[in-house]
Structure formats: C-alpha cells, structure tokens
C-alpha cells in the first residue's frame, strides 16, 4: 500500500458513499440471463506494468509529468467507459477530468501490489454511473436519458468496452487505423487500401497481425467468462 | 485450430456461426463509437491544472502576489494607459514573472494578473482574474499561449463562482509562447479555439 499524504476530501465521500452502496447492491443481484453469457467481469486482468508502483507514487505527489503520463496510458480507456454509460461527449469528459482527479486524491487506496488499471477502471465506471444518475435526477425523464447501467449485463459491457479500448490502443497505429477502418467504418479491404493509397496485400497483412494481437491481449475474456 | 487463432480469425472475417459469447462481444465493440472516440485535446492539460492547484498547499498558492501587484500598479499606471494591451514585468525574483491581461470588447470589464512561476515541470500560471462574469450556459473559458501562429492550451475554467484565482500550467516556455489569452468556448468537444478572446496580454520581452 502505497503511503501518501493527501488532504481529506470530505465533500466527496458523501457522493462516492451513495455509489458504493449502489454498486454493492448490483453485486447481491441476481444476474439472470446476460446478454454475453458471461460470468460477471473481474477487474483484475489487466497486466500489472513494472512501473505502475512508482508511477502512482509521482501521481499521488502531483507531478505533472506523472498526470501525463498516467492520462496518456488511461485517458482513451477512461473515455471509453464514460461515454459507454453515458452516451454524451461533453459528460463523459467531465467524467474523465473527475476520475483522474478523484484517482489522485485516493491514491492513498491503491495497493503498490497491483495493477493501476483495474483500480482506475473501478473509479471511472463509479464517476460516470455517478453523473448519469445526477444527470437523470436533473433533467427529469424526457430530458437526456442517459440509460446508466443498472444491471450486471451493463457491466459488463462497459468492462469490456475498458478492455478492448486498451487492446486497441496497444496495437501499431497503422494496424489500429486498419481495424478501425474495418470494424467502425465497415469498409472491404480493397476500400481500405484505395482509402490509404496502399496495396492490397499490406491491409491484409497488417490486418492479420492487428487481429492476432488483439485475439492474444484479449484471450483472458475467456478465463473470466468461466471464472 | 488453437482458441487464439480462433479467435483472431472470428474477430477478422466474423465467419464462425458458433463462436463463443466473448468472440462476439469483442467485434461489437470493434464496431462501436465508444472504442475510437478521442478524448477533446484540452482535457489532458485541464487535468494537470485541476490537480496540480489542488495539491498545492493554500498557504503557498501565491506567494507574496499581492505585494507585487500593488508595486506594479503604482509603478506601471502610466506605461499602462499607453501600452494599451498589456505589460509585463520582471518581479525581482527571476523565476516569477507578473503580466496583465485586459479585457477586449467581449469582455470591456474585465481584467487579469497573471503570475508565472517557471517550477522544473512546467510554468505555473495563477490568474488573479476581476470582472469577468460567468459564461454563458453550455460554454466555458479556456487559456492559451500563443507565439503568434501557434497556440497551445493551458487550462479550462469558469467564473461561475465570482472573482477568483484561476491556476493554468504551460508545458512551454512563456518565453516563447509571449502572448497569453483567455478565449470563451462554446462545449461543443471541438478542441480548437473559437477565437472570442476576451482577456490578453503580452510578455513584454525587453523591459
């Protein structure tokens, strides 16, 4: 565990108490049939970085480097996960500005012994379920229904979200501009490379070598499925 | 066939009529908005600011400003009304330096002291901002320093709170980004500037 000192946040444990409480009435509920068939998500399968102990430590010191750096490897993640719960650009990235800034102010939480990623996952999700039910409470029911999730099948949605966002964002960014290409902008191959003045032959190479990774960096969907 | 293959083969062609539950999830997310959406560009550097003010002791949040102020202004009226758009000038500290920042004609009332403190990360930047009203619903105010062609955000804030110390941080040199302004923007995500300037000022580089 990571020993820092930080100045107590009172006026936030109001808010992160009321979301504990709700997140823990989703683990007693009975999950039912899932849309994926999955067991409930995990957040634990992330690789711990050989780094990560020193880097929470220079974060939890206000290191500006440090907060780049931390952003850098989480920031598109933590968009990901905010916008999947909350279906709105300008939220999600407030929620993305309160999770980095709820993270450093309970860093005196995170155990040096694991990975940083499960546990800023966890705040990011609390942060946007957080500003979605203010949002419905303050728009009333015709106004932005943001749908936050409120069942295990949510969760796990907005966990794998998490996870392939980080595949995504490891691979070259020549094999990521591929994926996207195929995946989100549903063009052929041949689209591809006329879209990229490329041969044929590289998309379908690159294309290969991106899917491999991402099949080997998300092979552990499976052990928590059966988990 | 191994399951990664398997599973790197589903993910590419999406051919495989009994593919397990995860081989499907992971495609539907491949093709969903969420996975390639860009967080807006200014976001990285509001974050540093907002924790970085917030971790500084209240104590030292501008060390000794307030007596610098008060020199500049008795010192520097005159320069003032004949350098219309600002001026800057070197507190005795070398590592500090204080600029104004006027407002343009969006924001006639307003004005602002900068202090710049150059620290090993980067240049601390307090605005001790006045009369500057809070911005309209659905936008905000955002800092930058610019070297004329170039601009490059320091920071997102609102004044919703009535006058008050805004902390920004530059990761370049105010040297060489001389020209610091305030700019209303409206929350539409578009990372670039709107152009509505409302406070400026200007380095002034040989005192």
Redesign the interface.
């Given at each position: 565990m990571l020993q820092v000192n930080l100045r107590p946040h009172d006026r936030w444990r109001p808010v992160l108490g009321s979301v504990l409480a709700v997140l823990s009435s989703f683990d007693r509920r009975d999950g039912g049939k899932r849309r994926t068939g999955l067991a409930r998500r995990r957040p634990a399968a992330d690789p711990p970085e050989s780094d990560d102990a020193a880097l929470a430590e220079r974060f939890a010191a206000a290191e500006p480097d440090a907060i780049r750096q931390l952003y850098a490897r989480f920031g598109r993640p933590v968009f990901t996960v905010a916008f999947s719960v909350l279906h709105d650009r300008a939220l999600a990235a407030e929620a993305v500005q309160m999770t980095f800034v709820k993270a450093w102010r309970a860093t005196d939480s995170y155990d040096a012994a694991r990975p940083l990623a499960p546990w800023l996952y966890s705040i990011a999700r609390r942060t946007a379920i957080d500003i979605a039910r203010s949002e419905r409470r303050h728009s009333g029911h015709e106004l932005r229904e943001t749908d936050a999730p409120t069942a295990d099948h949510a969760m796990d949605h907005v966990w794998e979200a998490w996870q392939v966002r980080r595949a995504v964002d490891r691979l070259d960014p020549r094999e990521r501009e591929i994926v996207r290409l195929q995946h989100f902008a549903q063009l052929t191959h041949d689209e591809i490379a006329g879209r990229l003045s490329i041969p044929i032959g590289t998309v379908k190479s690159r294309s290969h070598r991106a899917h491999q990774r991402l099949a080997h960096v998300l092979t552990h969907l499976r052990e928590e499925g059966a988990a | 066939m191994s399951?990664?293959?398997r599973?790197?083969?589903y993910?590419?062609a999406g051919d495989d009529p009994h593919a397990?539950?995860?081989f499907?999830?992971?495609?539907e997310?491949?093709?969903?908005?969420?996975?390639?959406?860009?967080?807006?560009a200014e976001?990285?550097e509001?974050?540093?600011a907002?924790?970085?003010a917030?971790?500084r002791p209240a104590t030292a949040r501008r060390p000794s400003s307030r007596w610098s102020l008060q020199r500049w202004i008795a010192a520097g009226a005159v320069a003032a009304a004949i350098v219309l758009a600002a001026v800057v000038v070197l507190s005795p500290d070398a590592e500090r330096l204080e600029m104004q920042l006027q407002g343009t004609e969006l924001a006639e009332g307003a004005s602002a002291i900068a202090t710049i403190v150059s620290t090993p990360?980067?240049e601390d930047i307090t605005l001790d901002v006045t009369g500057l009203p809070a911005p309209p619903e659905g936008s905000y105010y955002q800092g930058w320093v610019r070297d004329g062609d170039n601009a490059i955000t320091i920071g997102t804030f609102h004044m919703r709170g009535g006058d008050d110390e805004v902390t920004l941080?530059s990761?370049v040199d105010i040297e060489d980004f001389p020209v610091l302004t305030v700019t209303l923007e409206p929350?539409?995500?578009d990372p670039a500037s709107s152009g509505n300037v409302v406070l400026r000022g200007e380095l002034d580089q040989n005192p």
């Open positions: - | 399951y990664d293959e599973f790197a083969r993910l590419e397990p539950a995860e499907t999830a992971v495609r997310h491949l093709a969903s908005e969420s996975t390639w959406l860009e967080p807006p976001l990285q509001a974050i540093v907002d924790i970085v917030q971790h990360s980067g941080w990761g929350d539409d995500g």
